[in-house]
């Protein structure tokens, strides 16, 4: 123990020393100080024949270093002697990849040479690995050897680039590597590449010894417009050429799809679809898809009812059938096991699978009005921050394809990937152009980390296809983008260094999304491979179209009916704070036993199917299921997450029946999908539970045997319901769906008091508010102004400014804000029937002011200045009750519930109109970007 303590205490002392000795070192400086340091360590680990010593030393070495980041030299030089002392072992080959990884992130300079190196060791570790291990190791390598590859092809080395492809393809043989298809499709595209640029290089060397050879010349432009889709680079070789169509049209479309007028347009979609059909096989697609932007604009702008549309309309319709005889290369068998069978709700490893068809816009809208457009799954994107969700959700590694054109504007195309609960954005066009990259990296946006490539642009109307490879292996994953099949971006590094930013985020972690950024853009495909694992659909698996179901109606056999729209939580909720918004069913607190009512009561046998995510707590979900006259509950995560199962049966709990399932605990913060199968005959029953597609828990027996302890139970016996048990949770989505039988839904009428006018109605339209204020009309106290779409408020005692609109009825209101200096309170007056109430946020917590009862919830110590919060306030009026929620970035804030006559606006925050909205800045700076309304009944109007 003292010779450890020596020893530490020795290395302590050589750090300092080093810290003092080198600053400002420069290699030849840090090389000799390292040697007069470490220079009697290495000439004694050189004279013993046991290479551990070279190991230990070389992890003492990596040590220093890691405490050198300041001193690229003297790092430079530790992490190169680290390695070379490290590969006397295989016991050391870890800690020689950490030392090569910390060089090129720290030295960029010297990314090449560690790039190398790690190559070799991975080799090493391939070589000496047999049975599982030589899988893993393949996987290492190949890891290692594609960003080599892909420099290799950037630098312009295309020969030993197309070598290195050859060793890759014997490599994923040999380990049977899922990405042996991706490896093929990347040599062959390579090869493609190589002999395009050689049939380049010839048709030049002719033009440069005639420079009047019509033909050649004709034939070099052909290649950049057909064969490289580039016709801005086409347009610099047409002086000289003869052929009219390509002195005519080639210019034109060297500007873009939005530069040429409209008849031009339909000239140039014709041009282009002529051109497909005589194109080799792998620029057809290409040259359809300029055709086809072609055409869709001047249908866009086009709008006049004459022959030119007709010709358009028809002329698009023959491009898009042309497309859709295009079949890609079939897909190869797997090597190393038999084909698998896909899971109701996953998607098995090794197939292309496409998402859009599980795209509901309506449904996994984000932000931004997002619908399909023509015949072909596709979706569009007109707005700020506009995002929408894929409701699939890897667990594993996977390729993520798609096919998009972005329409108009200059800013970023996103796609957010998951990686497990974490993830990141591919934003492409980032800044205007200015790069293509991922983010956030170490909270680095994609201008501002290692994986940001410049220039980044995008050209509007023009087909890309993007495809990201992730492969996580251990802690740490590999990220690989190509861009129409050349490399792009390249990273490797821990899952923790990767985050989402706020305005990409997803209301359900470890799904996919696309959006853009005040550009819009049309997503033609997007399709998904599994290279490990399996991804989960958000959406219980089979439940196809949903059955719009009117209350007091019935469900009947065959399909499936979306039970959240129909429930109403003033007569549904039994126990704990339940809220729903466009994200689901929320129950909001982790007490037990919280139960809700479903507004169906089945009568016969049916199908329960619903997503839930854990967020918070060690309980348990529940479905609360009736069979005849009894009843049993469906059981996930109960006892503190430690068992599945069916309960009660014969009187006995989950834990000792035939149902438990023990071992599989449920993870925080992941989608899981439920489906419960009740069936009966005469007085027998079956149950079977599933979980994310598989079998979880089955019984079969007399339905006597069934029964609901009273903590369990609902109020009526005859309907559905859930049960969150020390836990909060989001339920995305609840389904049934009749076998036999018919169940009816609960009429809002049977529990609604009279003068109510917040049944389950729709939630109307979002309808922004900020720009229908005017300052100089609507200031009612203290300085404001609009700058830039935001509307500003600057210091002034009880500062506020009405906004022009009036409601009478329920509503939804968010508000996105940011106090950007002062201490003061941000104040929102709200109307609430004859009557209105102000809340105010900031100095206090969160208060209403005048209230003469108090609300439920809790308090914000402070507003932090400049950053951005979201209030989202819900406003249920009735006759003689009211209810307002307040949610602050998501999370339940406060709730008061009383009577309308205890609730008044105080003088100092009265506005001008008693019905109106208000907005207040006191005695500070606050920026409101946006205030946004969604009537819930009633009606809304503008003042002016």
Known sequence: MRRKARLAGAFCAVLLALAAALRGADSDEATETFNSLYGADLARVRETGDARDDVELAARLLAAAKKAADQPALLAVLCEKACDLALGHPTGYATALEAMDLLARTVPAKAAECAARTLDIRQKQFDAATGDEKKAAGELLLGALLPVIEAKEQAGDLAEAAALYRKAKTIAAASGSPRADEIDARAEALALRMKIAARLADVKALLERDPKNVSAREGLVRLYLVDLDDPAEAAKYLEGAKDKALLKYVPAAAKGVEAPPELACLELGEWYRDLAATAPPHAREAMYARARAYLERFLEIHTAKDLSRTRATLALEKVQEAVAKLTAPPEKPTKTSKPTKATPGTIPPGTWVDLLPLVDPATDAVEGNWRRTGSAPALLSPTTDGRIMIPVSPRGSYEFEVRFVRTSGELVVGFILPVGYTGFVLALS?????????????????????????????????????????????????????????????????????????????????????????????????????????????????????????????????????????????????????????????????????????????????????????????????????????????????WKNTIHCLQQIDGRLGDSNPTCVRGMPLEQGRLYNALVRVERSGSQASVRGYLDGRVLTQWSGPATALSLRPEWSIPDRTRLGLMVNQLKATLPAIRLRMLSG??????????????????????????????????????????????????????????????????????????????????????????????????????????????????????????????????????????????????????????????????????????????????????????????????????????R
């Open 430 to 638: 980032h800044w205007r152009g200015e790069s293509h990259g991922l983010e956030l990296i170490n909270g680095n946006n994609a201008s501002t980390n290692a994986t940001t490539v410049k220039p980044g642009t995008l050209q509007n109307g023009r087909e890309y296809l993007v495809r990201v490879s992730v492969v996580v292996g251990g802690d740490q994953v590999q990220i690989r983008v190509t861009l129409d099949g050349k490399p792009l971006i390249a990273w490797q590094g821990p899952p923790s260094a990767l985050s989402v930013s706020a305005n990409w985020r997803l209301p359900y972690r470890g799904c996919f999304g696309v959006g853009t950024n005040d550009s819009t853009a049309v997503f033609r495909s997007v399709r998904l491979k599994m290279l490990s694992g399996e991804a989960r659909l958000l959406r219980p698996a089979g439940a196809g179209e949903l059955a719009t179901v009117p209350t007091g109606s019935t469900i009947r056999p065959g399909q499936w009916a979306d039970l959240v729209p129909l429930i109403w939580l003033d007569r549904d909720r039994v126990r704990g704070e339940w809220e729903k918004t466009d994200s689901g069913l929320i129950k909001t607190t982790p007490e037990g036993h919280g139960r809700i009512m479903l507004p169906a009561a089945p009568d016969g046998s049916y199908e329960l199917a619903f997503s839930f995510v854990r967020e918070g707590g060690g309980g348990s979900v529940d479905a609360i299921l009736p069979v005849g006259d009894h009843g049993v509950l469906y059981s996930l995560g109960g």
């Open 742 to 943: 018919e169940a009816r839904v609960v009429a809002a009428a049977e529990a609604q008091r009279p003068g109510a006018a917040d049944g389950p109605a729709a939630t109307g339209p979002w309808v922004d508010l900020l720009p229908l204020v005017d300052p100089a009309k609507d200031t009612v106290h203290g300085k404001w102004e609009v700058q830039t779409g935001s509307l500003v408020g600057y210091p002034a005692r009880l500062g506020r400014i009405a906004i022009p609109a009036t409601t009478e009825g329920s509503y939804h209101l968010s508000v996105t804000f940011a106090r950007t200096a002062g201490s003061g309170e941000v104040t929102f007056i709200l109307p609430v029937g004859d009557s209105g109430v102000a809340f105010a946020l900031g100095r206090r917590g969160g208060e209403l002011l005048d209230a003469q009862t108090p609300p439920e919830g809790h308090a914000l110590a402070e507003l932090a200045n400049g950053r951005f919060y979201e209030l989202h306030a819900t406003v249920l009026v009735q006759a003689d009750q009211t209810e307002i929620t307040f949610r602050l970035d998501g999370k339940h804030y406060l709730r008061w519930k009383g009577a309308p006559s205890a609730l008044s606006v105080p003088r100092w925050c009265g506005l001008p109109h008693a019905r109106g909205f208000g907005l207040g800045a006191w005695d500070s700076t606050v920026v409101f970007t946006s205030a946004r309304l969604s009537m819930l009944s009633g009606k809304a109007d503008r003042l």
